[in-house]
């Protein structure tokens, strides 16, 4: 497949086959690696940072994007953009998802965001 034609698709698809597309295919990457002493999975991040006027930018901050969770939403039920923001009740990492109820992408715990 061309660059093209990849890159084309990532600027345009919904947020919801974004985040999915992405978790599905980071998920399976080999550089993904686990052993009883190391845990190591690439993830797609959501960087976000503020301003107060006449101030300079604050540090970033980085949520994993989690896919949404398909059991509560139908499909096609796209969601944009990302703008619910929680953590995941299993391991805590802070997360972003275009609705409120997603999967974490790392351990698979349920997101519920606001």
């Keep these: 497949m061309k660059d093209e034609k990849v890159i084309g698709f990532l600027e345009s698809c919904p947020a919801s086959v974004l985040a999915q597309v992405l978790a599905k295919g980071l998920g399976a990457r080999r550089e993904r690696q686990e052993t009883e002493d190391f845990q190591c999975k690439p993830v797609l ?6 301003r107060q ?4 930018w604050e540090p970033w901050e980085l949520s ?3 896919p949404h969770d398909e059991s509560d939403y139908p499909r096609g039920n796209h969601g944009e953009p990302f ?4 953590s ?6 802070a997360c972003v998802s275009h609705l409120k109820n997603a999967v974490c992408p790392l ?3 349920a997101v519920h965001l606001t």
């Excluded at 991040?45 to 503020?50: D, G, K, V």
């Excluded at 006027?53 to 300079?56: F, I, K, Y």
């Excluded at 703008?83 to 929680?86: E, I």
């Excluded at 995941?88 to 990492?93: E, N, R, T």
């Design 45 to 50: 991040a959501f960087a976000t940072r503020s």
């Design 53 to 56: 006027e006449g101030s300079d």
């Design 107 to 109: 351990c698979g715990g």
């Design 88 to 93: 995941c009740v299993s391991c805590k990492v």
């Design 64 to 66: 994993v994007v989690a």
């Design 83 to 86: 703008s619910q923001f929680g």
